[in-house]
């Protein structure tokens, strides 16, 4: 197996708190990757290989983060 690998969408502004909790909820690396127009960023979320999608994303429902769109490589 490998890592799982999330990029997901959402305003510069919500970039850096989203990067923090994707840390805080176990991601190995989380970073902004690109800006894709003035107010849309891409953060980029690296896991381990034994995570799967829907604990990702219950836990960041868990943190109050919701509706965020994001693709899965």
């Known amino acids: 197996m490998s890592n799982l690998t999330i990029t997901f969408t959402t305003t510069r502004i919500f970039a850096h708190d989203l990067v ?11 970073e902004e990757t690109k800006q894709k127009g003035e107010d849309v960023a891409e953060v980029v979320a690296v896991f381990g290989e034994n995570v799967e999608v829907p604990d990702v994303i219950a836990a960041l429902a868990e943190s109050g983060i919701t509706n965020i769109p994001y693709v899965v490589s």
């Open 20 to 30: 923090s909790e994707l840390l805080n909820i176990g991601a190995l690396s989380a």
